[in-house]
C-alpha cells in the first residue's frame, strides 16, 4: 500500500537527476560556461560584477544574433544572421571598412585592366588559416568553383558570382567550370575575368560567397562547417571557439590573423534571443551590449521612449519599402491611375506616427546612399491636388465614373498592418476608393505575388551592395523579385548601356537617367527608405552599421575607463 | 495487463500512421515552399535544389519514400538548416522542453494540490478565498503575460534571477513558473472539489467519530481518494504543457523543441515539420498511455484487464 510515497519519492529523484545531469552536461560541452554557473546558485549581482571586471581588463562584447545561423559555411549562407558571424570569422579579398567602402584585405594589392574586365589579386604573404596554413589563391579558386558547381546542395548564392565570367553558365547551363574566368598563376596571384566591367566587383569580394575556403581541410569533407571542430579553420580577424546550438556561439581574437594589432576585443558572445523585448530587458540590465539593427530588432512600442533618452542610434540604411502593383490588372495598367495611388500617400506621417525609426519618406527607387538626390525625390509627397488630376485624366482613359474596390495586400506583421490601415484611409479620403485590406502568411503571400494574384502588395528590398544597380535591376525583366509585371524597351537599353561603361560619372548619370524613366512610369508606390535603429551601450566604441547592414567587429573596442 | 499495453502500443502505431498521412499531405497542400524567400531564386539554382532535396520526384514517390524512414526513425536532412539532420535538432532541443516540461509539471502538481486541499479544509475561510484567486488569475491570465511580468518583476527589477537563457537552474525557475500557472490553477480548482466531496462522505466521518487526528484523516484518507481526478488529468496536462511550451521558450531564449516545432511551419521546413510532428505524437500517445497505467494502479476500482476476463 505504500507504492504512492514511492512513487512520489520515484518523480522526485527522477526530476533532480534530470536537473543534475542537465548541468553536468553543459560544463563538459561548453568549453567557457562560467557565466552560466555563476548564475547557478548566486544572484545577478555577481553577474553584474562579472561584467564590470570583464570592463576593467578584458575585452569581451556580448550581441545578439536572434537566431541559429543556417549554416556556418561561407558557400551555402544566404541570410543575415549567418552573415553576421561569417564576417567576423572569415575575410575575403576586400573587406567592407568602417567608411562602408572596401578596402583591400586578403589581397593586399589589386590591379584592374584598363578596360575592367581583369581582376589581379596579389594575396598577402602573411596571410594564413586558423591552423597555420597559408592563404592560397587556390583556396579562393576552389571555394568558388565548388558554389558554382551544379551537384552542390544549398548553394543558393551561386547567383552572386555570376558578374565572372562563364559562372552562369556553369551553373546553370551545363557549362564546364573550366571555362570560369577564375586563374590561378601562383599561390598569391589570383587573376579573375568578368563577363563585363562590374563597377562594384570589388564590393561583391568583401561578400560572404566570395570567401575562401581552405581546400586542404575541406575537400572531401562536407560536414566541416556543421560544428567547431578543428576543421572548421578560417581566416578573419575572429575564430569561432563554441557554437552551442540555437543558444549561444562564442568567438574569440585569431592572433594569426594578418592585421591582428588592429583587433583589439578579445571574445564575443553571439547570444541567439528570439524575442525583441527579452533582448531589449537583457540590453538594459546589461547582459547585451548592443540591441537592434542590424541583426535583432527593437520593439517597436519602445522606439519613443528609448529616442527620448537619447541611447537611440538611427543611421541609413540602403532599402526601400514599397507597394507593387500589378500591371496585370486592367485598371494599375493604366500610368495615370498608378500616379494617383502613389502621390496620394503621406509618407511622412507614416514615417512620424507609424514606423517612427525616423525612416525617410520615399519619392524615388533608389536610396540616399546611393544617389543622394533622392533625399528631394521625383514627386511631392501627399500631393492630392495632382494625385486627383491623373485620376481624373486616368478615369478618362479607362472609361470609368468612378474606381472601383481595390485590393491592398500585405504580409502579417503588426507595421505592415498600420501601414496598411493608414493608406486605406488616405485612398477612401483622397481618392474616393474602397480599399478591401488583406493580409497573408508569409510564404502564401511571397506564392501570391509570384503567381501575379494581387493587385497592390506590400514589399520591401534591402541591396546587397551600395550601388544603384541594385534596385534598377529588380525591374530589368518580368519574373523573379519584379512582381509588377512591367517592362520597357528603353529602361532595358539604359541598364544594358551602364554596364558597358568604364567611366563610373557617365556610369552614374545613366543610371540616373534609368531612375527618371523609372518614376515617370512608376511601376510601384514608394513609401518609405529603410533606417537602423539600433542602441549600444556607452564602452562600445568603433562598431559601425553601413547602410548595406554588414556588421564590422574588426574595429570594435571596450573602452576601459 | 500484457495484453492491454500490447493492444494499445497497437493502436499507437494505427494513430501515427494516420498522423504521419495526413501532415504530410497537409503540409504539402499549403503554399509555398522550403526556398520562398523575399529574395528569389534564379529558377535554373532552385530546379536544382528541388531536384536534390527529391522535391521533383510525384508526391507518392515521396510519401512512400518518408514513411520507409520514419519507420526507420530517420527523419532526413533539414531544409533550412544546411547539414543538420532532424534527429540531430530534435536530439538537441528536446532536452530543454523536457526538463522545462518536467519541472513545469512538478510545481503545478506540487503546489496546485497544496492550493487545492488548503482550500477544501479552510472551506469559505480566508485560506479558501486566497487559494481560490490564486487559482482564477492563474487561469485567466494567459501565460506569455505572466512570463513578461515574472521577467520584469524578478529579474529586471529585483535581480534575484536571470532574465533569460537556460544555462542553470536558476536560469529554469522563471519560465517553469509561468508554463506552470494555467495547469497550476486549474489542478488546485481540481483537487478542491473533489477534496470537499471526499471530506463529506461517510468513511470521513467514521474516521473522525474513531478519534482520529485531524493530520490522519486528511492525509490517509482525504487527500489519498481525492487526488484521482487530478492524475487522470495528467495525460492532458502533459498536451498543455508539450504544446503550451513554445512561446515561453520563445520569451525566455530557450533553445528547446516547441519552438523549433512552430519556426518549421513558418519556415516549410518540411522535415523538420514532420519529424517534431511524429515525435511529439510518440510522446503523447505514449504519456497517455502511461498515465492509463498508473491510473490503474491507484485507483483498485479500474482495471485494465477486465474487460477481456469478462468477455
Known amino acids: ?561 | 495487463m500484457v495484453k492491454y499495453v500490447f493492444k494499445r502500443i497497437g493502436y499507437i502505431v494505427i494513430s501515427l500512421f494516420f498522423i504521419v498521412t495526413i501532415t504530410f499531405f497537409l503540409m504539402r497542400l499549403a503554399p509555398g515552399g522550403p526556398f520562398a524567400s523575399e529574395r528569389k531564386l534564379p529558377p535554373k539554382i532552385e530546379e536544382q535544389m528541388n531536384e536534390i532535396y527529391g522535391l521533383n520526384d510525384p508526391i507518392h514517390v515521396q510519401y512512400i519514400d518518408y514513411l520507409t524512414r520514419v519507420a526507420k526513425w530517420d527523419f532526413g536532412p533539414s531544409f533550412k538548416y544546411v547539414g543538420q539532420s532532424v534527429n540531430d535538432i530534435i536530439g538537441r532541443s528536446f532536452p530543454y522542453s523536457l526538463i522545462l516540461g518536467l519541472e513545469a509539471i512538478f510545481l503545478a502538481l506540487a503546489v496546485g494540490v497544496l492550493l487545492g486541499v488548503v482550500a477544501a479544509i479552510y472551506h469559505n475561510k480566508f485560506g479558501d478565498y486566497m487559494a481560490m484567486v490564486i487559482a482564477v488569475l492563474g487561469i485567466s491570465v494567459p501565460s506569455f503575460i505572466l512570463a513578461t511580468i515574472l521577467q520584469y518583476v524578478f529579474a529586471l527589477k529585483l535581480q534575484l534571477f536571470p532574465i533569460a537563457k537556460f544555462d542553470s537552474f536558476a536560469h529554469s525557475i522563471l519560465p517553469g513558473i509561468a508554463l506552470a500557472a494555467t495547469p497550476l490553477a486549474f489542478i488546485a480548482r481540481l483537487m478542491r472539489s473533489s477534496m470537499l466531496d471526499v471530506l463529506n462522505s461517510d468513511y470521513i466521518k467514521t474516521a473522525k467519530a474513531k478519534g482520529l487526528t485531524k493530520r490522519v484523516t486528511i492525509y490517509r484518507h482525504g487527500i489519498r481518494n481525492a487526488i484521482l481526478p487530478v492524475v487522470s488529468y495528467l495525460g492532458p496536462l502533459v498536451v498543455t504543457i508539450l504544446t503550451g511550451s513554445f512561446i515561453i521558450e520563445k520569451i525566455f531564449a530557450i533553445p528547446g523543441l516547441g519552438n523549433e516545432f512552430v519556426e518549421s511551419v513558418t519556415n516549410r521546413d518540411y522535415t523538420v515539420i514532420m519529424g517534431t510532428t511524429v515525435f511529439f505524437s510518440v510522446l503523447l500517445l505514449v504519456s497517455i498511455l502511461i498515465v492509463d497505467i498508473i491510473y490503474s494502479f491507484i485507483d483498485p476500482r479500474i482495471k485494465l484487464t477486465r474487460k477481456e476476463g469478462d468477455q
Not at chain 1, 537583457?282 to 522606439?303: F, H, Q, R, S, T
Not at chain 1, 541591396?463 to 523579385?481: C, K, S
Open chain 1, 1 to 561: 500500500m505504500n507504492w504512492k510515497k514511492w512513487f512520489l519519492l520515484l518523480t522526485f529523484v527522477f526530476v533532480f537527476s534530470i536537473f543534475l545531469t542537465a548541468c553536468g552536461s553543459g560544463d563538459d560541452d561548453a568549453t567557457e560556461n562560467t557565466d552560466g554557473e555563476n548564475g547557478a546558485g548566486e544572484e545577478q549581482d555577481t553577474d553584474e560584477q562579472d561584467a564590470d571586471k570583464q570592463d576593467a581588463d578584458e575585452q569581451v562584447l556580448s550581441i545578439n544574433i536572434k537566431s541559429e545561423p543556417p549554416s556556418l559555411h561561407p558557400g551555402t549562407s544566404t541570410d543575415t544572421t549567418s552573415s553576421a558571424v561569417l564576417d567576423q570569422v572569415f575575410e575575403g579579398l576586400t573587406r567592407v571598412n568602417q567608411e562602408g567602402n572596401p578596402e583591400p584585405a586578403m589581397a593586399d594589392e589589386i590591379d584592374i585592366s584598363n578596360d575592367g574586365l581583369i581582376y589581379t589579386f596579389k594575396i598577402r604573404e602573411d596571410a594564413k588559416w586558423t591552423n597555420g596554413d597559408p592563404v592560397t589563391a587556390g583556396d579562393f579558386e576552389y571555394a568558388w568553383k565548388w558554389v558554382l558547381d551544379p551537384e552542390n546542395a544549398d548553394t543558393d548564392y551561386a547567383y552572386q558570382l555570376y558578374p565572372i565570367k562563364g559562372a552562369e553558365d556553369a551553373k546553370e547551363n551545363e557549362g564546364s567550370l573550366d571555362d570560369v574566368g577564375i586563374t590561378v598563376e601562383d599561390d598569391h596571384t589570383l587573376v579573375v575575368e568578368l563577363e563585363q566591367p562590374t563597377d562594384y566587383f570589388l564590393e561583391l569580394t568583401a561578400f560572404h560567397t566570395y570567401y575562401p575556403v581552405n581546400e586542404s581541410v575541406v575537400e572531401g569533407n562536407d560536414k566541416w562547417a556543421l560544428d567547431v571542430s578543428e576543421d572548421y579553420v578560417s581566416n578573419g580577424p575572429f575564430k569561432l571557439v563554441s557554437w552551442d546550438h540555437k543558444d549561444k556561439i562564442v568567438i574569440e581574437k585569431n592572433e594569426d590573423y594578418w592585421d591582428a594589432d588592429t583587433v583589439k576585443l578579445e571574445t564575443i558572445n553571439m547570444q541567439m534571443i528570439d524575442d525583441e523585448a527579452t533582448a531589449l530587458q537583457m540590453y538594459e540590465n546589461g547582459e547585451l551590449d548592443w540591441v537592434g539593427d542590424p541583426i535583432d530588432k527593437i520593439p517597436l512600442a519602445a522606439i519613443p521612449a528609448m529616442k527620448d533618452s537619447g541611447e537611440l542610434h538611427i543611421s541609413d540604411r540602403a532599402g526601400l519599402y514599397y507597394y507593387t502593383l500589378n500591371h496585370d490588372d486592367e485598371l494599375f495598367a493604366n500610368k495615370n491611375i498608378r500616379k494617383a495611388f502613389a502621390l496620394s500617400i503621406n509618407r511622412q506621417g507614416i514615417v512620424e506616427n507609424i514606423s517612427k525609426g525616423e525612416q525617410k519618406p520615399a519619392m524615388a527607387l533608389v536610396p540616399p546612399s546611393m544617389f543622394p538626390e533622392s533625399e528631394t525625390g521625383y514627386f511631392k509627397d501627399n500631393d492630392v491636388e495632382l494625385a486627383k488630376e491623373h485620376l481624373a485624366k486616368g478615369l478618362e482613359e479607362l472609361g470609368l465614373d468612378k474606381l472601383p474596390k481595390v485590393k491592398l495586400s500585405y504580409n502579417t506583421d503588426e507595421e505592415h498592418a498600420a501601414i496598411a490601415q493608414a493608406i486605406q484611409d488616405m485612398w477612401k479620403k483622397n481618392l474616393e476608393v474602397d480599399v478591401e485590406l488583406n493580409n497573408e502568411e508569409w510564404n502564401v503571400y511571397l506564392d501570391s505575388l509570384s503567381e501575379g494574384n494581387y493587385q497592390i502588395g506590400r514589399i520591401g528590398w534591402i541591396a546587397d551592395f551600395n550601388d544603384a544597380i541594385n534596385f534598377l535591376e529588380l525591374f530589368e525583366t518580368v519574373g523573379g523579385n519584379n512582381y509588377t509585371n512591367w517592362e520597357s524597351k528603353d529602361y532595358q537599353e539604359l541598364l544594358k548601356a551602364s554596364r558597358g561603361e568604364l567611366d563610373s560619372d557617365k556610369r552614374m548619370e545613366i543610371l540616373k537617367e534609368a531612375e527618371e524613366l523609372y518614376m515617370e512610369e512608376l511601376p510601384i508606390a514608394p513609401v518609405y527608405f529603410y533606417t537602423f535603429v539600433y542602441a549600444y551601450k556607452d564602452h562600445v566604441k568603433g562598431i559601425e552599421v553601413s547602410p548595406v547592414g554588414s556588421f564590422q567587429l574588426k574595429w570594435g573596442y571596450i573602452e576601459v575607463e
